[in-house]
């Protein structure tokens, strides 16, 4: 408790967190799930102020790399760096030479199938070795990154360090491949419900596009702010926030991959310090946001599984005031989803031109428009170079790829028919997305659902002119929340 306010000025822990950090001062290998927002970095940066040695954090996202080192140079600490493409060729050649002089080494997963990196990084003493987001390591996990999958070989190499293991969406499955991939034999598991009460969940499950449209449009004006819409596109991300900027005094901007990487932080920190209230954005909008006061999230589209509608709507609520978290179940949506899972995953033909670019010996690409200019995501690329590299010969490679891929594609539709049967159940929403991590509802808190009622009053800018209605038909107690004047 002295440590913790000596470098944090926190007077107690939140849930979880003081026994990941005995776990990890005691020198156990730890695999933690948390529930979004519950602080997980903590967990790692006071051991590694009370441990002699170099924390190496692996990150998914270069955006979530650089909010953790700001944050940190923020708050006084100079000996943190991140190993990224932000470096310039003599900044990473220069960091790296001096990685001793740092505290705090955060770096993408990519990143570490570099030989150079890892030499330099051998030659650290290690006091712990952090993976978060770990659910990305798991090929069952609904956010799969193929680099992720190779840290057990990195972890080796480096002689096992002590390792914690992070996350906030991890079924029993996903939890057993994380220990299994990174070779963690005598881990102690600590688990910790995924329930948020504070964040009351609506969900229409039957509506029209054009419903759709106009309940955004009025969730946009009525709700309190700030907030972040989900959609399944781009397009569409910019599509939203070019008309709610017509919406008088609203700020708003749109948040994708299509996006560079200067301007995609550039928009993080702008909602992150304020300036910005609503944030129209792909799921890339995700992993690491850590702002305290979101108020509402809002899926224009619903996702394709439940651990990352958790995820998302995790962003929400993390000062713990009441929140709100919207999902639309319109026209066509079904369908959507299953074309934007058969567009996750490589087909046949992607298969087949990868196989015949190998043979020709054409080099492993890093740069993201040269893959792209071939047809495929990175992601996609970056599996097929993964199970190239564990076959011999291309029919080998392209049998098992195949095979692969089916099992993935069957694995990804069990999820969606599971997360489409939650949206059209009948039953308390929270009750039966605890059931999904094997946990039971405890306590239903006073704002529960849709389901079990919802008083509107606590998420309207206009909250004394909104009065508690129990549950009733949707689009009564909409006119009520939205039109009142």
């Known amino acids: 408790m002295k440590a913790l306010r000596t470098y944090f000025s926190y007077d107690s822990f939140r849930v979880g967190q003081k026994e990941i950090i005995e776990s990890v001062l005691s020198g156990y290998d730890t695999l933690a799930m948390l529930p979004?927002?519950?602080?997980?970095?903590?967990?790692?940066?006071?051991?590694?102020?009370?441990?002699?040695?170099?924390?190496?954090?692996?990150?998914?996202?270069?955006?979530?790399?650089?909010?953790?080192?700001e944050q940190l140079k923020a708050q006084g600490e100079k000996r943190v760096i991140a190993i990224n493409s932000f470096l310039s060729y003599q900044e990473k050649i220069r960091t790296i030479k001096n990685l001793h002089n740092y505290k705090f080494v955060y770096i993408s997963p990519e990143m570490l199938q570099n030989e150079w990196v890892l030499d330099h990084i051998k030659k650290l003493k290690l006091s712990l070795f952090v993976v978060d987001e770990a659910?990305?390591?798991?090929?069952?996990?609904?956010?799969?990154?193929?680099?992720?999958?190779?840290?057990?070989?990195?972890?080796?190499?480096?002689?096992?360090p002590?390792?914690?293991?992070?996350?906030?969406?991890?079924?029993?499955?996903?939890?057993?491949?994380?220990?299994?991939?990174?070779?963690?034999?005598?881990?102690?598991?600590?688990?910790?419900?995924?329930?948020?009460?504070?964040?009351?969940?609506?969900?229409?499950?039957?509506?029209?596009?054009?419903?759709?449209?106009?309940?955004?449009?009025?969730?946009?004006?009525?709700?309190?702010k700030p907030g972040i819409i989900y959609f399944s596109s781009k397009k569409a991300a910019d599509e939203w926030a070019t008309k709610l900027q017509s919406v008088d005094g609203i700020k708003v901007a749109s948040y994708h991959a299509g996006l560079s990487q200067e301007k995609?932080?550039?928009?993080?920190?702008?909602?992150l310090y304020n300036e910005l209230d609503i944030i129209c954005a792909t799921s890339a909008f995700g992993m690491g946001i850590n702002k305290e006061n979101v108020r509402f999230i809002i899926h224009y589209h619903p996702p394709l599984q439940m651990e990352s509608y958790l995820q998302e709507i995790g962003r929400a609520g993390r000062d713990g005031l009441a929140s709100v978290a919207i999902l639309f179940n319109g026209d066509g949506d079904e369908i959507l989803?299953?074309?934007?899972?058969?567009?996750?995953?490589?087909?046949?033909?992607?298969?087949?031109?990868?196989?015949?670019?190998?043979?020709?010996?054409?080099?492993?690409?890093?740069?993201?428009?040269?893959?792209?200019?071939?047809?495929?995501?990175?992601?996609?690329?970056?599996?097929?170079?993964r199970l190239w590299n564990q076959y011999s010969d291309q029919r080998s490679f392209t049998k098992m790829a195949e095979h692969y891929m089916n099992q993935r594609m069957e694995t990804k539709i069990k999820k969606l028919y599971e997360f489409r049967s939650w949206i059209k159940n009948n039953t308390c929403r929270r009750e039966q997305l605890l059931s999904f991590f094997d946990e039971k509802l405890e306590e239903r808190p006073k704002n529960c659902c849709d389901v079990c009622g919802i008083?509107?009053?606590?998420?309207?800018?206009?909250?004394?002119?909104?009065?508690?209605?129990?549950?009733?038909?949707?689009?009564?107690?909409?006119?009520?929340?939205?039109?009142?004047?």
Request: with cysteine; aromatic share 10%; charged share 25%.
């Open 36 to 69: 979004t927002g519950s602080g997980k970095s903590l967990c790692y940066l006071l051991p590694g102020y009370m441990l002699d040695g170099t924390v190496l954090i692996v990150t998914p996202l270069l955006s979530l790399m650089q909010d953790q080192v």
């Open 264 to 271: 995609r932080i550039l928009i993080q920190q702008q909602f």
């Open 337 to 385: 989803q299953f074309q934007l899972i058969e567009q996750e995953l490589p087909t046949s033909v992607h298969i087949e031109t990868f196989a015949e670019l190998m043979k020709k010996k054409v080099q492993s690409f890093t740069n993201i428009e040269q893959i792209e200019l071939l047809g495929f995501t990175e992601i996609q690329w970056r599996l097929l170079e």
């Open 135 to 160: 659910h990305c390591i798991s090929q069952w996990g609904y956010d799969f990154r193929p680099d992720y999958s190779q840290l057990g070989n990195v972890r080796k190499f480096l002689n096992e």
């Open 162 to 224: 002590v390792t914690l293991a992070l996350t906030a969406t991890a079924t029993k499955e996903v939890r057993e491949d994380i220990k299994t991939t990174l070779s963690l034999e005598n881990v102690k598991e600590l688990i910790f419900s995924v329930n948020r009460p504070n964040i009351a969940i609506q969900v229409f499950s039957e509506i029209s596009s054009f419903e759709k449209k106009e309940l955004t449009i009025q969730f946009v004006k009525e709700l309190k």
């Open 455 to 485: 008083d509107w009053k606590l998420y309207n800018i206009h909250e004394e002119r909104v009065n508690h209605r129990p549950k009733i038909e949707w689009r009564m107690y909409l006119k009520e929340l939205l039109n009142v004047k």
